[in-house]
């Protein structure tokens, strides 16, 4: 929902990138606590957790299909797949509804991509449609993705955020090291305290094979 990674710096941002979409508690200006974006070591809620997906999930077709709807059927930003080579070698992460109506629906995805030892981006960040204003899952995500790269030697996390943003990630601990143009759009080149986001003890996998 809000990070664009390298490849997406020629399509700008859409709407469902901001996290104004996600966090009503942002968008309509009520007040935020600092301790409220620290969830658990493994990012879990009462109603949604985050997980790191292996080939053999039985989440990955969910993962895929909701990244389609938002980014291909929804805002139109790719024409047929939003899949890229940078899939080869990304981590995806799902956020799975646990609710009796929903239980075990995919309702949000992330990527986080290590473009070289220790400097991650992350990168195609949605939450589905019908779920946008449950918070928790776009600070799951958040959470999930930074302390994940964090665990496996991260050293930068960053993330492009339009310049309406910016403010949000600061009270999360972001820091704007640039000011960028992209597609006419302000933005802030930000990087995560890691200091902040402690390193999750999930286990790297040895090889991708989800793309």
Same mark, same amino acid.
């Given at each position: 929902?809000?990070f664009?990674?390298?490849?997406?710096?020629?399509?700008g941002?859409?709407?469902?990138?901001?996290?104004?979409?996600?966090?009503?508690?942002?968008?309509w200006g009520?007040?935020?606590?600092?301790?409220?974006?620290?969830?658990?070591?493994?990012?879990s809620?009462d109603?949604?957790?985050?997980h790191?997906?292996?080939?053999?999930?039985?989440?990955?077709?969910?993962?895929?299909e909701?990244?389609?709807?938002?980014?291909?059927?929804?805002?139109?930003?790719?024409?047929?797949?939003?899949? $890229? +080579? %940078?899939?080869?070698?990304?981590?995806?992460?799902?956020?799975i509804?646990?609710? *009796?109506?929903?239980?075990?629906?995919? !309702?949000?995805?992330?990527?986080?991509?290590?473009?070289?030892?220790?400097?991650?981006?992350?990168?195609?960040?949605g939450?589905?449609?019908?779920?946008?204003?449950?918070?928790?899952?776009?600070?799951?995500?958040?959470?999930?993705?930074?302390?994940?790269?964090?665990?496996?030697?991260?050293?930068?996390?960053?993330?492009?955020?339009q310049?309406?943003?910016?403010?949000?990630?600061?009270?999360?601990?972001?820091?704007?090291? $640039? +000011? %960028?143009?992209?597609?006419?759009?302000?933005?802030?080149?930000?990087q995560?305290? *890691?200091?902040?986001?402690?390193?999750s !003890?999930?286990r790297?996998?040895?090889?991708?094979?989800?793309?």
């Amino acid at each position: 929902m809000f990070f664009i990674d390298p490849s997406s710096h020629d399509i700008g941002r859409s709407f469902s990138s901001s996290p104004a979409s996600f966090t009503p508690s942002v968008r309509w200006g009520l007040g935020i606590d600092a301790d409220d974006f620290r969830l658990s070591p493994t990012a879990s809620s009462d109603r949604f957790s985050f997980h790191l997906l292996r080939s053999q999930s039985n989440l990955v077709d969910g993962y895929w299909e909701l990244r389609s709807a938002i980014f291909c059927e929804e805002q139109h930003l790719f024409e047929e797949s939003d899949r $890229d +080579e %940078l899939d080869s070698h990304a981590y995806p992460i799902a956020a799975i509804h646990h609710g *009796l109506d929903h239980c075990g629906q995919v !309702v949000g995805v992330v990527r986080i991509v290590e473009e070289s030892p220790g400097f991650w981006y992350g990168g195609r960040l949605g939450v589905h449609r019908d779920f946008r204003r449950h918070n928790q899952i776009g600070k799951g995500l958040i959470w999930k993705a930074v302390t994940t790269a964090n665990g496996w030697g991260c050293e930068r996390f960053l993330a492009t955020v339009q310049i309406q943003n910016v403010r949000f990630f600061q009270r999360l601990h972001w820091q704007s090291t $640039d +000011e %960028l143009e992209i597609k006419g759009i302000s933005h802030h080149l930000m990087q995560a305290d *890691l200091n902040y986001y402690a390193p999750s !003890v999930e286990r790297r996998p040895y090889a991708l094979s989800v793309a």
